[in-house]
């Protein structure tokens, strides 16, 4: 299975954007990278996906790299509300039969 | 709110017993995931359902077991419980292709 790397914590100012940064070196060519955030041990919230396009949504704008071994999620304008722990994980499977692997996450800290 | 729902809420028993944990999924969702997180363990994948079938499996412990019925709802047995049991329990599910949509979890606590 493909590993994801994150750093453990972040912080950011109320109203900056915030960038997470996540290394998924090892992933193959067909793997999607999806971001979730968990907030305060409620379940685990989609935020958005992509395999190797940059993509944007209400939520969040996903940068990846060219050669797809990396990857940032942006939040534009960070709220209080967005601090939370956010896991950036590598698709594993086909559609009908898949797995999201969580690792650590970071958790991003936003300052008032 | 995610349109799953996971019953109860709260779970408190002792070591030995057994519990069952209910998911219901959102409207047309086929699939059905279950994961544990515990303080030092994060989110683990469990098991994946798939209209009635098993899918996937993770580290699911032999004292665990699951099912997904015809009206796709799943309930997570967990028998011979342990004080390591405890811990928050996910379920997730997901038409055909992603993304998981999750419950807010039955928290488990094993004394």
């Known amino acids: 299975d493909a590993k994801t790397t994150q750093p453990p914590s972040m912080d950011c100012a109320e109203g900056r954007a915030a960038n997470l940064p996540c290394n998924h070196s090892?992933?193959?060519?067909?793997?999607?990278v999806y971001w979730y955030r968990q907030i305060h041990s409620q379940g685990p919230q989609y935020i958005i996906h992509?395999?190797?396009n940059n993509e944007t949504n209400e939520m969040a704008s996903l940068i990846i790299t060219e050669d797809r071994k990396s990857s940032t999620l942006i939040l534009p304008h960070a709220t209080l509300r967005d601090t939370a722990v956010y896991y950036c994980?590598?698709?594993?499977?086909?559609?009908?039969?898949?797995?999201?692997?969580f690792g650590s996450g970071t958790r991003l800290l936003v300052r008032p | 709110d995610s349109g799953v729902t996971q019953t109860p809420k709260h779970l408190i028993t002792a070591t030995g017993q057994r519990v069952t944990l209910r998911c219901s999924p959102r409207?047309?969702?086929?699939?059905v995931y279950w994961y544990q997180q515990s303080l030092d363990q994060g989110l683990q994948f469990l098991i994946q359902?798939?209209?009635?079938?098993?899918?996937a499996k993770g580290n699911i412990l032999e004292r665990f077991s699951a099912q997904q019925f015809p009206d796709l709802h799943s309930e997570l047995n967990l028998s011979s419980l342990e004080l390591g049991d405890s811990a928050l329990y996910f379920c997730?599910?997901?038409?055909?292709?992603?993304?998981?949509?999750f419950g807010n979890g039955t928290r488990l606590t094993v004394t």
């Open positions: 090892t992933i193959s060519g067909n793997e999607y």
């Open positions: 997730a599910s997901s038409r055909t292709g992603p993304p998981l949509h």
């Open positions: 359902y798939y209209n009635g079938e098993e899918r």
């Open positions: 994980i590598v698709r594993v499977g086909s559609d009908s039969s898949y797995k999201l692997i």
């Open positions: 409207s047309g969702d086929l699939s």
């Open positions: 992509g395999l190797k």
